[in-house]
């Protein structure tokens, strides 16, 4: 096993409060690849995304993101390395901020930044709202970016830090379905790009499963139900049985459409 690859590794996770939350979880995402976390709602994505950045304790098992093991490293100067893009970041920026100071206060993982950025950091904020696409909204203030542009902003917030692995959770969520397929293409482009982090997905909709993301990881009810490539996990068989319902996937094109009959609890 080459551990240069390594970006991500979750082995034998559990998590228990008051009742079991995750239940013996086994993860392992390499450089190459990019990964969604698929699963209904109660099945332990988010606490798992909890786990990996650091603000939900394990009860057991081991969690090594980065060459860093979780209990035996700073989890603060680790999550520097770790892009995080969430509603619970979303929420809290100031609505005065630019979208050029959001992105440089991503060297520091610091929401509202404040004191003065060095031209090096301005320069460099500068190149990634270019990448990002969203140069024009530099001089912009939070409270009028759009949401589709917002979630460029936290990603490119999230880039100043130069992260090995970026996560992102359900952030087509809100999105009305042109700004979200707009969004989601951008998202194709960057996953394409030469040196980029490996990226997580969250989702809920295998429609925003792009061509990009190669893996996908299915958790029922705290537990991983199946993990793979999209082609051995994305079959009508396997999500049925994942969410209780007569599900029919389909593929066209690279991408994906799901389809539950009108017999069955709609859980999605």
């Given at each position: 096993?080459?551990?240069?690859?390594?970006?991500?590794?979750?082995?034998?996770l559990?998590?228990?409060?008051?009742?079991?939350?995750l239940?013996?979880?086994?993860w392992?995402?390499d450089?190459?690849?990019h990964w969604?976390?698929?699963?209904?709602?109660?099945?332990g994505?988010?606490?798992?995304?909890?786990?990996?950045?650091?603000?939900?304790?394990?009860t057991?098992?081991?969690?090594?993101?980065l060459?860093?093991t979780?209990?035996?490293?700073?989890?603060?100067?680790?999550r520097k390395?770790v892009?995080?893009?969430?509603?619970?970041?979303?929420?809290?920026?100031p609505?005065?901020?630019?979208a050029?100071?959001?992105?440089?206060?991503?060297?520091?993982?610091?929401?509202?930044?404040?004191?003065?950025?060095s031209?090096?950091?301005?320069?460099?904020?500068?190149r990634?709202?270019k990448?990002?696409?969203?140069s024009?909204?530099?001089?912009?203030p939070?409270?009028?970016?759009?949401?589709?542009?917002?979630?460029r902003?936290?990603?490119?917030?999230?880039l100043?830090?130069?992260?090995?692995l970026?996560?992102?959770?359900?952030?087509?969520?809100?999105?009305?379905?042109?700004?979200?397929?707009?969004?989601?293409q951008?998202?194709?482009?960057?996953?394409?790009?030469?040196?980029?982090p490996?990226?997580v997905?969250?989702t809920?909709?295998?429609?925003?499963?792009l061509p990009?993301?190669?893996?996908?990881?299915?958790?029922?009810?705290?537990?991983?139900?199946a993990?793979?490539?999209r082609?051995?996990?994305?079959?009508?068989?396997?999500l049925?049985?994942?969410?209780?319902?007569?599900?029919?996937?389909?593929?066209?094109?690279?991408?994906?459409?799901?389809?539950?009959?009108a017999?069955?609890r709609?859980?999605?």
């Amino acid at each position: 096993m080459n551990r240069n690859k390594l970006v991500l590794e979750v082995r034998g996770l559990v998590i228990e409060r008051d009742a079991p939350i995750l239940n013996g979880i086994d993860w392992r995402v390499d450089r190459s690849q990019h990964w969604v976390i698929l699963g209904a709602n109660g099945s332990g994505k988010t606490s798992l995304l909890r786990a990996v950045t650091g603000y939900l304790p394990p009860t057991r098992g081991t969690i090594q993101v980065l060459g860093e093991t979780y209990g035996r490293t700073d989890w603060r100067e680790l999550r520097k390395r770790v892009g995080l893009v969430s509603s619970s970041v979303y929420q809290m920026m100031p609505e005065g901020e630019t979208a050029l100071a959001a992105v440089v206060s991503g060297k520091s993982a610091m929401i509202g930044y404040w004191g003065e950025a060095s031209e090096e950091d301005l320069a460099k904020a500068r190149r990634i709202l270019k990448s990002i696409e969203a140069s024009a909204l530099s001089t912009r203030p939070w409270i009028y970016l759009s949401q589709g542009e917002r979630q460029r902003v936290l990603i490119g917030r999230a880039l100043m830090a130069d992260p090995g692995l970026l996560i992102l959770d359900e952030p087509c969520a809100g999105l009305d379905p042109i700004a979200r397929e707009h969004f989601l293409q951008f998202l194709e482009r960057l996953a394409h790009r030469r040196g980029g982090p490996a990226m997580v997905l969250v989702t809920h909709h295998v429609e925003e499963i792009l061509p990009a993301f190669s893996h996908v990881l299915l958790l029922k009810a705290g537990r991983v139900f199946a993990s793979g490539t999209r082609r051995e996990t994305l079959r009508s068989p396997i999500l049925s049985a994942a969410f209780d319902a007569n599900v029919d996937v389909r593929h066209n094109n690279g991408r994906y459409s799901l389809r539950i009959s009108a017999t069955t609890r709609s859980v999605l």
